[in-house]
């Protein structure tokens, strides 16, 4: 890969070739994308995916990376990260806010201005674009319940607004994900009154019950398979017995199976040979098969 073989030409914001995507996942994972694209304004975007659908370059859109297993050989095209788009408005129970917002951070002021619907989400190291599109959630909450609207721009670089309905939420999926009809830019949330103090409280003890059960003091992506139908992969993954097994380095936890942490210098086919590995043991074990809920590109 070289980064001859396309340009940019054109106001997109920064741009840095040959960027390592280990930098941009929290796996600490993944290749180079041959240019990543910071772009500050919409307008930019949109600017871009006409560009990218004009001269046929592969576009690939990074939230925060913490759902994302980039192979080793990087990523061929542009790699499109939003995290300059960072506004944020209340006003009353509704919110607006742009998809490179971090949702602790959505959480946070919501919850202090005394808004219920996110104190789940305070864990999660997950952008509003890349929450809104995978349905992130936990402890009983999920994006689906306080999404309102979402402003997607088209590969074409036109402004869409999808209503919550026509996403079509289910179990860590939308039809954002399914269909990929282009680049969440910002979403609406529509939230209800109540006493920030105890919201800040049912924060904490949630925050602090993943501090107990999941490795965070080292890298990885969250939960690496799906939970299948009224079950769980990591208890399935445990009782195959496949905690603390590894490859290179590339650990299944033995704080939490479904977590697999990248011990230091881990690569992508490390990550993608355990993940093998696993399911294969739980499929002679348990007879299941494990979906893998990390988006796998490259
Ligand atoms: C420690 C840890 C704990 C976690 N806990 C949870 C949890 O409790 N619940 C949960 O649901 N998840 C959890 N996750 C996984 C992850 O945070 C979520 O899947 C999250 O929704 C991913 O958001 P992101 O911004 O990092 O997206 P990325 O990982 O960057 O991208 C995910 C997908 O969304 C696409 N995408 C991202 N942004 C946009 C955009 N603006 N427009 C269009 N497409 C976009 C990407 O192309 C990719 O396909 C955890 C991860 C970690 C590392």
């Given at each position: 890969?070289?980064?001859?073989?396309?340009?940019?030409?054109?106001?997109?914001?920064?741009?840095?070739?040959?960027e390592p995507l280990s930098r941009h996942t929290t796996w600490k994972l993944g290749g180079?994308?041959?240019?990543?694209?910071?772009?500050?304004?919409?307008?930019?975007?949109?600017?871009?995916?006409?560009?990218?659908?004009?001269?046929?370059?592969?576009?690939?859109?990074?939230?925060?990376?913490?759902?994302?297993?980039?192979?080793?050989?990087?990523?061929?095209?542009?790699?499109?990260?939003?995290?300059?788009?960072?506004?944020?408005?209340?006003?009353?129970?509704?919110?607006?806010?742009?998809?490179?917002?971090?949702?602790?951070?959505?959480?946070?002021?919501?919850?202090?201005?005394?808004?219920?619907?996110?104190?789940?989400?305070?864990?999660?190291?997950?952008?509003?674009?890349?929450?809104?599109?995978?349905?992130?959630?936990?402890?009983?909450?999920?994006?689906?319940?306080?999404?309102?609207?979402?402003?997607?721009?088209?590969?074409?670089?036109?402004?869409?607004?999808?209503?919550?309905?026509?996403?079509?939420?289910?179990?860590?999926?939308?039809?954002?994900?399914?269909?990929?009809?282009?680049?969440?830019?910002?979403?609406?949330?529509?939230?209800?009154?109540?006493?920030?103090?105890?919201?800040?409280?049912?924060?904490?003890?949630?925050?602090?019950?993943?501090?107990?059960?999941?490795?965070?003091?080292?890298?990885?992506?969250?939960?690496?398979?799906?939970n299948p139908p009224g079950g769980s992969a990591g208890r399935l993954i445990e009782s195959?017995?496949?905690?603390?097994?590894?490859?290179?380095?590339?650990?299944?936890?033995?704080?939490?199976?479904?977590?697999?942490?990248?011990?230091?210098?881990?690569?992508?086919?490390?990550?993608?040979?355990?993940?093998?590995?696993?399911?294969?043991?739980?499929?002679?074990?348990?007879?299941?098969?494990?979906?893998?809920?990390?988006?796998?590109?490259?």
């Open positions: 890969m070289d980064r001859s073989s396309f340009r940019l030409e054109g106001d997109f914001g920064e741009i840095r070739w040959q180079p994308a041959r240019a990543l694209v910071l772009p500050e304004r919409p307008d930019q975007v949109a600017a871009l995916l006409r560009y990218c659908q004009e001269k046929q370059i592969p576009l690939l859109v990074l939230g925060n990376g913490s759902n994302l297993l980039v192979r080793d050989s990087g990523w061929p095209g542009v790699a499109l990260k939003l995290s300059k788009l960072q506004q944020l408005e209340l006003s009353g129970e509704k919110i607006r806010a742009q998809a490179g917002v971090l949702l602790p951070v959505l959480a946070r002021k919501t919850m202090a201005a005394g808004l219920a619907g996110l104190e789940w989400a305070g864990g999660i190291p997950a952008t509003v674009g890349g929450a809104v599109l995978m349905n992130a959630g936990a402890h009983g909450g999920q994006m689906a319940e306080v999404v309102e609207k979402v402003t997607i721009l088209n590969w074409q670089g036109e402004e869409e607004v999808w209503s919550s309905q026509e996403l079509d939420y289910g179990y860590r999926s939308s039809r954002l994900k399914a269909a990929r009809p282009g680049v969440v830019i910002e979403a609406s949330f529509r939230l209800t009154p109540a006493d920030p103090v105890q919201l800040q409280q049912r924060a904490q003890e949630l925050l602090a019950w993943r501090q107990q059960h999941q490795p965070l003091n080292l890298p990885s992506c969250g939960s690496v398979f799906k195959a017995g496949c905690k603390g097994w590894q490859e290179g380095q590339i650990q299944v936890s033995p704080v939490h199976a479904n977590f697999f942490v990248n011990l230091g210098g881990g690569t992508a086919s490390e990550a993608l040979r355990l993940m093998e590995r696993v399911q294969a043991r739980v499929a002679q074990v348990h007879g299941i098969k494990l979906e893998p809920e990390v988006q796998i590109v490259g």
